[in-house]
């Protein structure tokens, strides 16, 4: 039995949080859908997703705060993150990788480009086995 990857969306609008789900889902990913910051903070404790997508502006607790929190945490290093956000300044981008973010996309963006991001930011992080060292 294969196991999917698992992939942590949080997104306060519902069309984004469903265009990113359809998009990874049809490429093979399991979804986890969380409509704001505390939920994604609770399903990635819980499920220990192999990606966390997070939207920039989230109300209440906003992906960069996510990030932080997650960061924080024993394996919180583990866990690949990827900010989308509406805004395109180079500023919020910078806030973004401050807090801990691997990578940030804007949006709107290519399902494309986020399915190559998402692969290869899963792969990154992918732990080695012993064999790949030796």
């Known amino acids: 039995m294969t ?25 093979g990913y399991e979804v986890l859908q969380a409509r704001n910051g505390e939920e994604a903070l609770r399903l ?6 192999h990606l966390a997508v997070l939207d920039l502006m989230m109300p209440g607790i906003d992906g960069c705060e996510v990030t932080r929190r997650i960061r924080a945490t024993e394996n919180g290093h583990r ?11 180079d500023r919020q981008t910078a806030v973004a990788l401050e807090a801990g973010a691997d990578a940030y996309m804007k ?3 290519s399902p494309r480009e986020l399915l190559a991001k998402a692969g290869s930011m899963i792969l990154e992080r992918r732990p080695r086995s012993r064999l790949a060292e030796g």
Do not use: H, N, Y
């Open 3 to 27: 196991l999917l990857p698992v992939v942590l969306i949080a997104d306060d609008d519902p069309d984004i949080l469903e265009l990113v789900s359809l998009t990874l889902e049809r490429d």
């Open 44 to 49: 990635a404790a819980e499920r220990e997703p």
């Open 79 to 89: 866990l690949p993150i990827l900010i989308l956000s509406a805004f395109a300044e």
């Open 107 to 109: 949006k709107p963006f």
